[in-house]
Nanobody, 125 residues
């Protein structure tokens, strides 16, 4: 059983930056593809970014390209989401998720085995 704990959310202004962290425990972190998803009020959960087990490849959704960067530190069992040039439409609860091994449909939330509790990010205009 893998436990995931997100941190780093908060209230910021448009144009600011935040770095989210997700600490994993209870499993072999390097075996898991890691993803970040978000859910805005009234919306479905959507894919934000994913990173392969070694960290050699990353994937993100079009709306965050060039602004958000996913990374991981396997020695510290942690995945990060660096968010720059934040916009009000980035406001959401952000979740990290772990998927055992790798599957090409990494953008599908139901492919992930474990989820954190989420951290709120609010961007004011």
């Amino acid at each position: 059983q893998v436990q995931l704990v997100e941190s780093g959310g908060g209230l910021v202004q448009a144009g600011d930056s935040l770095r989210l962290s997700c600490a994993a425990s209870g499993g072999t972190f390097s075996l898991y593809t890691m993803g970040w998803f978000r859910q805005a009020l009234g919306n479905e959960r959507e894919f934000v970014a994913a990173i392969t087990r070694s960290g050699s490849s990353t994937y993100d959704t079009d709306s965050v390209k060039g602004r958000f960067t996913i990374s991981r530190n396997n020695a510290q069992n942690t995945v990060y989401l660096q968010m720059n040039r934040l916009k009000p439409e980035d406001t959401a609860v952000y979740y990290c998720a772990a998927m055992l091994s790798w599957r090409s449909n990494y953008y599908e939330s139901n492919e992930y085995n474990y989820w954190g509790q989420g951290t709120q990010v609010t961007v004011s205009s």
